[in-house]
């Protein structure tokens, strides 16, 4: 029987090709891997390292990357795919958009069925006969985070989007499962719609891109009810990935919380958790607690002694979190404020 434990997950689509050092070095830490879809080798490579890590290529759902050359893109479908559809979408001025604070990347009219079944169909044929494991499909939006400023052109709302995502991963989440492939889309703002997290990571998993906050300052940390949200989708069926804002450095703290919180909220799930900055997909998050396994929960709930202090004690260890923005003692150790705490029990 496969006992599930909270592991850490490598988010690294960034902007230079890995190394054969890297891929070395990230050998039998990480329970996933988010890797470019061209990084063919280094999935391959991975997989024959650690059999257990689930290898994810990067795919955008939302948009076309036009300065890709190809000949595996980033994005669905090609920049020239995209002409010959003519998915690109308009504004109320007609003009195609251009997501802001992203060159280059153009919004699709992800409500066309024509633009829904050629992004099946490439992905699955990308991938079919490939080491990756599924896809990681990116920009499973629920707000406006590009500036599309709608209504647009055909007068399509965020509302539209919503209803065409929702037919896009269930398309391309049955198309995947039929070719043993995983879809984990990123399902942004999922604890804002009841059941969107259950939808969405049926075919595999799913990711928490801003889990706990959007960022590290005290005013971009989520609420606790917000967070109590999200922590259900840790127990969901498939693969959770939970990325909270931090450096991306080894040693961050913010991937300690990460853990601790993972520990302390889903103790035997399949949860992996990862601390980035924004857009900071270069990096190798690392902690050596990661490779701690404290063992079953001896308790069917964590503690709860002060406000935003959550205690999980285990059978080989303990683990702790202050989701508040006042220090809080923890026997004789103090629990910073939005910190993580670990400790195995001696032996």
């Given at each position: 029987?496969?006992?599930?434990?909270?592991?850490?997950?490598?988010?690294?689509?960034?902007?230079?090709?890995?190394?054969?050092?890297?891929?070395?070095?990230?050998?039998?830490?990480?329970?996933?891997?988010?890797?470019?879809?061209?990084e063919?080798?280094?999935?391959?490579?991975?997989?024959?390292?650690?059999?257990?890590?689930?290898?994810l290529?990067?795919?955008?759902?939302?948009?076309?990357?036009?300065?890709?050359?190809?000949?595996?893109?980033?994005?669905?479908?090609?920049?020239?795919?995209?002409?010959?559809?003519?998915?690109?979408?308009?504004?109320?001025?007609?003009?195609?958009?251009e997501?802001?604070?992203?060159?280059?990347?153009?919004?699709?009219?992800?409500?066309?069925?024509?633009?829904?079944?050629?992004?099946v169909?490439?992905?699955?044929?990308?991938?079919?006969?490939?080491?990756?494991?599924?896809?990681?499909?990116?920009?499973?939006?629920?707000?406006?985070?590009?500036?599309?400023?709608?209504?647009?052109?055909?007068?399509?709302?965020?509302?539209?989007?919503?209803?065409?995502?929702?037919?896009?991963?269930?398309?391309?989440?049955e198309?995947?499962?039929?070719?043993?492939?995983?879809?984990?889309?990123?399902?942004?703002?999922?604890?804002?719609?009841?059941?969107?997290?259950?939808?969405?990571?049926?075919?595999?998993?799913?990711?928490?891109?801003?889990?706990?906050?959007?960022?590290?300052?005290?005013?971009?940390?989520?609420?606790?009810?917000?967070?109590?949200?999200?922590?259900?989708?840790?127990?969901?069926p498939?693969?959770?990935?939970?990325?909270?804002?931090?450096?991306?450095?080894?040693?961050?703290?913010?991937?300690?919380?990460?853990?601790?919180a993972?520990?302390?909220?889903?103790?035997?799930?399949?949860?992996?958790?990862?601390?980035?900055?924004?857009?900071?997909?270069?990096?190798?998050?690392?902690?050596?607690?990661?490779?701690?396994?404290?063992?079953?929960?001896?308790?069917?709930?964590?503690?709860?002694?002060?406000?935003?202090?959550?205690?999980?004690?285990?059978?080989?260890?303990?683990?702790?979190?202050?989701?508040?923005?006042?220090?809080?003692?923890?026997?004789?150790?103090?629990?910073?404020?939005?910190?993580?705490?670990?400790?195995?029990?001696?032996?």
């Open positions: 029987i496969v006992r599930y434990r909270p592991r850490l997950a490598w988010i690294r689509y960034g902007s230079h090709d890995l190394t054969d050092e890297e891929i070395q070095e990230a050998a039998g830490k990480f329970r996933v891997a988010i890797i470019q879809p061209w063919l080798k280094a999935a391959e490579t991975l997989k024959e390292l650690d059999s257990d890590v689930i290898v290529a990067y795919q955008c759902l939302s948009s076309v990357r036009v300065y890709e050359k190809g000949p595996i893109y980033s994005s669905g479908i090609s920049p020239g795919q995209a002409e010959h559809l003519g998915s690109f979408a308009l504004n109320s001025s007609r003009r195609r958009i997501w802001a604070g992203y060159p280059g990347h153009f919004q699709q009219e992800v409500w066309k069925p024509e633009y829904q079944e050629r992004w169909k490439t992905v699955v044929k990308r991938f079919e006969h490939t080491p990756f494991d599924g896809v990681f499909a990116d920009n499973d939006v629920y707000d406006d985070y590009y500036n599309l400023n709608f209504p647009l052109y055909g007068g399509e709302e965020i509302t539209t989007i919503h209803t065409a995502l929702d037919q896009l991963v269930r398309k391309a989440g198309a995947l499962r039929g070719v043993d492939k995983l879809l984990v889309p990123n399902i942004a703002e999922a604890r804002r719609e009841k059941d969107r997290w259950l939808r969405h990571s049926r075919y595999g998993g799913g990711v928490e891109e801003c889990w706990m906050g959007w960022d590290n300052s005290p005013e971009t940390r989520l609420n606790y009810r917000a967070i109590w949200q999200q922590m259900r989708t840790l127990r969901a498939g693969v959770s990935v939970a990325r909270t804002p931090g450096t991306g450095e080894p040693g961050d703290p913010n991937l300690l919380l990460a853990l601790a993972a520990w302390v909220f889903a103790p035997t799930s399949d949860v992996a958790v990862s601390a980035t900055a924004h857009d900071g997909y270069n990096a190798m998050p690392w902690r050596e607690e990661a490779r701690w396994d404290l063992g079953l929960p001896t308790h069917a709930r964590p503690l709860n002694p002060a406000p935003g202090v959550y205690i999980r004690t285990l059978d080989k260890g303990i683990a702790a979190v202050n989701l508040s923005h006042q220090s809080r003692p923890l026997g004789r150790h103090m629990l910073e404020p939005w910190s993580g705490f670990m400790a195995l029990k001696p032996l």
